[in-house]
């Protein structure tokens, strides 16, 4: 009978979990596969174990088959003797005095490894960052591709936009931000020395770049040798006191040097402001002047050398 209550409720939890939510706290965590050769800083044990992961933590190098089997394997030892220990009234005494500091303890640790975490950006990113990845590989999962005879593991690796995030943090976010963050959300402790690439080629980026007030800021040239560079005192000196006319020509250049990018997400302004970007591009070759010093639209000779594979040294 007891066995059949236990079935029946845990049944229960099951389909109430399936009926009423896709993502109860009832339901185990469904997340992105496994990559060994990727660190994974959002492991967590569940909430119950909280407490000896914690006390783990005060136990750090060599010191840890303390924290991890004598202390834990004293206390159990302890705890099986309980029952002879508790014939005397001293003893008694000692286990409820024991049970009631495990327990506080125990709910101390607990209390610890939640609020040490709720303060770790590094945490509170690597933990969102599994979310999506969770949320990424069903939707990959699901493509008509399905899952690729090399694995569930490499859905992610060959994912651009998983992959993209987490190149950027490792190769660029050195230097470069993008919205003001590393690429895959976490904050940088480098001080930034080139631009923020977020929406890189958009007309939002260009026109940033082309405005006085922003070229010369730490999100496009602030940082970089370009500060006062050419193009800095340019957009300065001339794009400043631009008539409402120009105004609107620079516009329209930014349009059309933008639209060389065919970034997705512009592709239907693109198409349907076509005849306006033609228009840009004939400004910036003439009345713009930015074939004053840049090129537009040329070949790039060093692509079309005779030898494809020489290296430039200059
Ligand atoms: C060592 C620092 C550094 C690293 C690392 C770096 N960049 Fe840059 N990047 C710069 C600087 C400085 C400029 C400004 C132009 C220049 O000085 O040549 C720049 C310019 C750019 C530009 C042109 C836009 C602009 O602001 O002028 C793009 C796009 C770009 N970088 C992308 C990347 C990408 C993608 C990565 C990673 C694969 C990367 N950079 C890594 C320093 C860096
Ligand atoms: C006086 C010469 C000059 C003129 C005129 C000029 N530029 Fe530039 N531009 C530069 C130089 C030089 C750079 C490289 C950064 C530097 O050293 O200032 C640059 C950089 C840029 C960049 C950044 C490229 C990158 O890799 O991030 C863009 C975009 C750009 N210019 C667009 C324009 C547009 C659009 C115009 C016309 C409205 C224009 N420029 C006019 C000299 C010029």
Not at 66 to 82: Q, T
Not at 123 to 147: D, H, N
Not at 154 to 164: I, K, S, Y
């Amino acid at each position: 009978m007891a066995c059949l209550a236990v079935l029946a409720t845990v049944l229960f939890l099951i389909l109430r979990h399936r009926i009423f939510s896709h993502t109860g706290p009832l339901g185990a965590e469904f997340g992105a596969p496994a990559d060994p050769s990727e660190p994974y800083s959002a492991a967590r044990p569940d909430w119950y174990f909280l407490f000896l992961f914690q006390f783990l933590k005060l136990f750090p190098g060599g010191t840890e088959v303390w924290g991890a089997f004598i202390i834990p394997g004293l206390v159990m030892l302890v705890i099986f003797l309980m029952p002879f220990i508790g014939q005397w009234r001293l003893g008694h005494r000692f286990n409820l005095g024991l049970l009631f500091s495990l327990l506080a303890g125990a709910g101390l640790l607990t209390y610890m490894a939640w609020a040490e975490d709720r303060h770790n950006e590094n945490y509170q990113s690597a933990a969102k960052a599994a979310e999506g990845e969770a949320k990424r590989v069903r939707v990959l999962a699901a493509s008509p591709s399905g899952i690729p005879t090399s694995g569930a593991v490499t859905l992610l690796r060959n994912d651009p936009l998983t992959q993209g995030p987490k190149l950027f943090a490792q190769k660029c976010a050195g230097c470069h931000r993008f919205d003001g963050h590393d690429g895959s959300g976490r904050p940088v402790k480098d001080p930034q020395s080139a631009s923020d690439l977020k929406g890189f080629a958009s007309r939002e980026w260009l026109g940033g770049l082309l405005d006085p007030d922003k070229i010369s800021t730490t999100n496009y040239f602030g940082a970089t040798s370009h500060r006062d560079g050419k193009m800095a005192r340019f957009v300065k000196k001339n794009i400043t006191g631009y008539s409402p006319e120009q105004k609107e020509n620079l516009r329209k250049v930014i349009a059309a040097l933008s639209a060389e990018a065919q970034l997705k997400p512009q592709l239907a302004a693109d198409q349907r402001e076509a005849a306006m970007i033609e228009q840009g591009r004939t400004l910036l070759r003439e009345e713009m002047k930015c074939t004053d010093c840049h090129e537009f639209g040329k070949k790039d000779e060093d692509a079309t050398r005779s030898e494809p594979y020489r290296v430039r040294l200059a």
